[in-house]
Nanobody, 119 residues
Framework: QVQLVESGGGLVEAGGSLRLSCAAS????????MGWYRQAPGKQREMVALVSSGGTAINADSVKGRFTIDRDNAKNTVYLQMNSLKPEDTAVYYCNLNWRELGRRYDYWGQGTQVTVSS
């Protein structure tokens, strides 16, 4: 079993910052990707940022220059530093952990943490 526990969401004014954390536990493969997705009301879930266990990171165009993803492999924890927040960043943010094994993809999700940015 794999569990993901998120923390760090909340309410912030536009222009402010938040830092999300997600700690994974259980039977985790050493080579994996961790990242963050978000879902706003009435919209589909979208990728925000991903980082591989080797440290390669990608960010959605909408957050480039404002959000930074990093991870601590020893702690199986991924972080999302969010700066210059905008009202359109308001969403439930979900942590994701995934890897491939024998051609199959394994995905695990956190429970979600609400981020609300007021204008």
């Amino acid at each position: 079993q794999v569990q993901l526990v998120e923390s760090g969401g909340g309410l912030v004014e536009a222009g402010g910052s938040l830092r999300l954390s997600c700690a994974a536990s259980g039977s985790i493969r050493s080579i994996n990707d961790m990242g963050w997705y978000r879902q706003a009301p009435g919209k589909q879930r979208e990728m925000v940022a991903l980082v591989s266990s080797g440290g390669t990171a990608i960010n959605a165009d909408s957050v480039k220059g404002r959000f930074t993803i990093d991870r601590d492999n020893a702690k199986n924890t991924v972080y999302l530093q969010m700066n210059s927040l905008k009202p359109e960043d308001t969403a439930v943010y979900y942590c994701n952990l995934n890897w491939r094994e024998l051609g199959r993809r394994y995905d695990y999700w956190g429970q979600g943490t609400q981020v609300t940015v007021s204008s």
